[in-house]
């Protein structure tokens, strides 16, 4: 076997090591994790646009005309109010999800999680930190009591890793809503009015 056919075995060997651990090969959402973070993101923004359209919710989303240097407020608004929308997909090796914050997340008055597993989505909506909870660590309850958000070297920006576990535990508390395809969106309006003020 020449040097060119012994590296083509050998990636072919690891890609069918990868595949047999792939949690996304039976997923409909499968084609989500071939996407570059930067449209997975763009996936979490018009999927809430949706959602609220259906909801006949007052929404106005659109990151990529919100955006400005040094931080924009958000990527569009609800009812009125600005909103950031962080999405991520689970890993592959383990079930969390790393929500990756700009350098000044607190500029947006709500933040909305939107956290895609194989078989469903996690969405979770909650009321803004301030720039001394980021900046100070602090936990970040009583959304994730057990996770603070992480501020690269003092300076940049912030991180904010969530997990299937913890969003099971928040559907129990209220604070999560899981939509399948048998959600209904009566549920769904009521768990957005309930958090979103005007």
């Known amino acids: 076997m020449n040097p060119e056919q012994c590296l083509i075995h050998l990636i072919e060997e690891e890609l069918d090591n990868e595949n047999s651990f792939d949690i996304w090969k039976n997923s409909p959402y499968k084609n989500l994790v071939k996407l570059q973070s930067n449209n997975v993101g763009k996936v979490g923004e018009k999927l809430v646009q949706r959602l609220c359209e259906n909801c006949d919710i007052k929404a106005n989303i659109n990151g990529a005309k919100t955006k400005k240097r040094g931080g924009g407020t958000g990527d569009g608004t609800i009812k009125g109010r600005t909103v ?31 956290d895609i597993s ?8 909650f009321k803004n930190f301030s720039e001394e909870h980021y900046k100070g660590g602090m936990k970040c309850g009583p959304y994730f009591p057990s996770k603070k958000t992480t501020w690269r070297k003092g300076t940049g920006c912030f991180k904010l890793d969530t997990s299937v576990k913890i969003n099971e535990e928040n559907i129990l508390r209220g604070i999560t809503f899981k939509l399948t395809e048998e959600t209904d969106y009566e549920d769904l309006e009521e768990y957005i009015n309930d958090i979103i003020k005007e």
């Not at 950031?84 to 929500?99: P, V």
């Not at 194989?118 to 909506?125: G, V």
């Open 118 to 125: 194989p078989q469903c989505i996690y969405l979770t909506i």
């Open 84 to 114: 950031e929308i962080k999405t991520a997909h689970q890993g592959s090796k383990t079930k969390s999800f790393q929500h990756e914050y700009g350098e000044v997340p607190w500029k947006a008055d709500y933040v909305i999680h939107v």
